[in-house]
């Protein structure tokens, strides 16, 4: 069994070494979201590619717009016979193609290309385990969502939902279980207990320049937070499943494809602000891509091994 951890407090750190940096006269603000080349390796291992089984367990309450946006997000990174058509066509699966188009092809995989496909959804309101749980946990609610082979397990908890780490140490893990083939991934809500680390730029950061924080494109603050750290561990799991794919650093802390680019989701980003984002007229909400059923998210950049750059859709 492996695991690995996301944490958004990267971002929070970089803000307080940044801001010292500056004061000692050694180093730019804006450098610091400068990648070094070669920053990620590919070590030769598996990734997931082809047909990719999404089973869900939601975890306490989550109400079905909740819900909805979520699974529209899943949706969106390859839309196919399960979407309706579409009022404007949806750019998340552009976000996607970084990880067909390099990372699946750096692999010299055959099959070069991923079909994401909601598979079962279960929910546990009454959280059987109790609504604090400790990590070791995690397989186990996962196990009961059903995974398939070569596919994901999506365990999502709700926000009066304590994890043993979360807001401290991560806002999210994925790992693995190579003896039956499949990968699991888990997100919490943020939104009572510290969206200024996990749910940000959504929300004001806990530490560094206390600027206003961006409007959230769907309107709930905590999960437009979950599909920002969603997407990141998706990127981490489909590229690193079993530990020795795509990542850079130490095997159980690894930067992978999305955590290679912390706080990064448009042109213009250094620690603090997110760079130059999309701005909905009529609601002022921030984002960089439109998904189906008319959503707008918020997606992060994507480290692109073949430029060394972090590659965002705006």
């Known amino acids: 069994m492996a695991s690995f951890l996301v944490s958004k407090t990267t971002v929070l750190l970089l803000v307080l070494v940044s801001l010292a940096q500056v004061n000692m006269g050694s180093r730019v603000l804006s ?17 997931l590619q082809g047909d990719i089984a999404i089973s869900i367990m939601w975890y306490g309450a989550f109400t079905p717009t909740q819900k909805a946006i979520m699974s529209d997000f899943l949706l969106s990174l390859t839309p196919s016979s399960q979407t309706r058509p579409q009022p404007l066509t949806p750019s998340v699966p552009q976000w996607w193609e970084t990880i067909d188009k390099v990372y699946l092809a750096k692999a010299g995989k055959k099959t070069k290309t991923t079909n994401i496909v909601l598979a079962e959804q279960v929910s546990d309101e009454e ?10 946990q995690i397989p186990e609610l996962a ?9 994901i397990a999506l365990v999502f908890t709700a926000q009066d939902v304590a994890v043993e780490g979360f807001c401290m140490s991560h806002c999210g893990l ?8 499949s990968a699991y991934i888990w997100v919490g809500n943020s939104a009572e207990q510290c969206p200024g680390r ?17 409007v959230a494109p769907n309107g ?16 981490g799991t489909v590229t690193n499943p079993f530990g020795d794919g795509f990542f850079q650093g130490a095997r159980e802390a690894p930067l992978e494809a999305a955590t290679a680019c912390p706080g990064v989701y448009g042109k213009g980003a250094y620690p603090g602000y997110a760079g ?11 984002y960089n891509a439109n998904g189906v059923c008319g959503r707008k998210y918020l997606v992060p950049a994507l480290f692109d091994p073949s430029t060394s750059t972090c590659s965002t859709l705006v």
């Open 143 to 151: 196990a009961r969502a059903g995974p398939k082979k070569g596919g």
């Open 198 to 214: 996990c749910a940000w730029p959504f929300h004001q950061p806990m530490y560094g320049p206390q600027t206003p924080p961006l």
């Open 174 to 181: 994925h790992g693995s279980d190579r003896n039956t083939g």
């Open 127 to 136: 959280c059987s385990l109790g609504k604090s749980l400790k990590t070791s």
């Open 276 to 286: 130059d984002l999309l701005v909905d007229v009529t609601t002022g909400a921030s």
């Open 220 to 235: 709930d603050v905590g999960v437009d937070g979950m599909v920002i750290n969603l997407a990141t561990l998706v990127a």
């Open 31 to 47: 450098s610091l979201v400068e990648q070094p080349s070669e920053l990620l390796t590919y070590h030769n291992g598996a990734v």
